[in-house]
């Protein structure tokens, strides 16, 4: 998983864009570079970029869509308005970030065709109440260490497996598995963060959300997700 969520209240975004950080001093748009190659028309740096996004894109328009393929449809239309729209990017965004706005909202259009859109409010409950953490998981109030981890509950170490290497590919794939069954806003909250490794402000550009309500649905997709990895290590031991 992607380094410690920080504190998003703490987190802005520098004025006009991106031109210099907190303490004043240029930032340097990583982006630039590729953003030049691709208004110059290199094929190879299109292709390579589209080969990269789609497939997390594909993922983020299902959300919205009533079909993969209809999906698949709205990752083409975006990538279209990528085209028509690159020579109007101001960059006061990341590319990324411009590229999976505009998906959004190209999804969101075809879902509202096909009447399977519904506002993102809706979207599910799942940043409603409720513990993070299964409760069995700690010691009850009569035990001698109220609240305090239980043998079987308390976190797994995820290093020291000499077959790690073997490993890494059921991992990965568990991960994919587990990512498909988080809540929808979860998911696409996870995807963008900790996939797509967007900043917290970016994610909510991209989905039109404040910024604690994307920490909590990450906290809780990334809590989700640590538990499957847990069981699955747990029967590696």
């Excluded at 991106?18 to 691709?38: E, Q, Y």
């Excluded at 299902?62 to 393929?69: K, P, Q």
């Excluded at 599910?124 to 009850?140: E, K, L, N």
């Amino acid at each position: 998983m992607r380094r410690s969520e920080p504190d998003c209240a703490t987190q802005t975004m520098p004025a006009g864009g991106s031109d210099t950080d907190p303490a004043g001093d240029p930032v340097v748009d990583p982006d630039a570079g590729l953003v030049a190659r691709l208004r110059a028309g290199d094929q190879v740096a299109f292709a390579e970029v589209v080969d990269k996004w789609s497939p997390v894109m594909l993922r983020i328009a299902r959300t919205y869509v009533a079909s993969a393929a209809s999906a698949e449809d709205a990752v083409q239309d975006a990538w279209l308005g990528v085209v028509h729209g690159l020579a109007r990017f101001e960059g006061r965004s990341s590319l990324r970030t411009w590229v999976f706005t505009i998906l959004v909202n190209r999804a969101k259009t075809r879902g509202a065709r096909e009447a399977r859109i519904v506002p993102w409010s809706q979207l599910g409950s799942d940043d409603a109440g409720g513990p993070t953490v299964d409760p069995d998981r700690f010691r009850g109030p009569e035990d001698d260490y109220p609240g305090h981890w239980t043998w079987l509950g308390a976190p797994q170490r995820w290093d020291g497996h000499p077959e790690r290497g073997v490993l890494a590919g059921e991992v990965m794939a568990l991960l994919e598995q587990a990512l498909e069954t988080l809540p929808p806003r979860q998911r696409l909250v996870v995807t963008l963060r900790d996939i797509q490794e967007l900043s917290a402000e970016e994610a909510c550009a991209v989905l039109d959300v404040t910024l604690e309500n994307q920490r909590v649905l990450l906290h809780r997709g990334r809590a989700a997700l640590r538990t499957i990895l847990e069981d699955y290590y747990r029967g590696q031991g």
